[in-house]
């Protein structure tokens, strides 16, 4: 259901536009502020239960504060003189704490970064988001 609901949005863009997009955040100007907010916070409220029942209780913490950033990234549009500053911070911190997750919960996936590594200097920021989002949600 995740995977669903995270892809939609992508394949939309890909198909309307015949590429990949900038970023995620980059969708917002699809799909317009208040939807994509609803989106993406709806991506979090479906993985947050999920991945705080498979962390450890003593890291529990980390999946709280990686995908309550990214629930405030989702909020941004709703903040219309933020210069971007937040939502980078927030948007960094969100790939950090996830992968720091993902290493607790199944380390090999970190080798998915390989990718970037041969495709990220096309769409850096695209590819990054995309193999935080992939490899946490393989571990739920």
């Known amino acids: 259901m995740i995977w669903i609901i995270g892809l939609i949005p992508i394949l939309w863009y890909v198909i309307k536009n015949h590429e990949f997009p900038e970023s995620i955040s980059s969708l917002v100007y699809m799909m317009g502020g208040t939807l994509w907010t609803l989106w ?3 991506l979090t409220g479906l993985t947050m239960p999920k991945l705080l029942n498979v962390l450890p209780e003593e890291w529990k913490f980390i999946g709280f504060i ?4 990214l629930g405030f990234v989702g909020a941004m549009p709703l903040i219309p003189d933020e210069k971007n500053t937040l939502h980078n911070v927030l948007g960094i911190a969100t790939g950090i704490f996830t992968q720091v997750a993902v290493l607790i919960l199944w380390p090999s996936l970190l080798w998915c970064w390989i990718i970037f590594l041969v495709l990220g200097w096309r769409k850096p920021v695209f590819v990054s988001e995309m193999i935080c989002w992939v490899t946490l949600v393989s571990c739920l």
């Open 40 to 42: 993406i916070w709806t």
């Open 66 to 69: 990686g995908l309550g950033c």
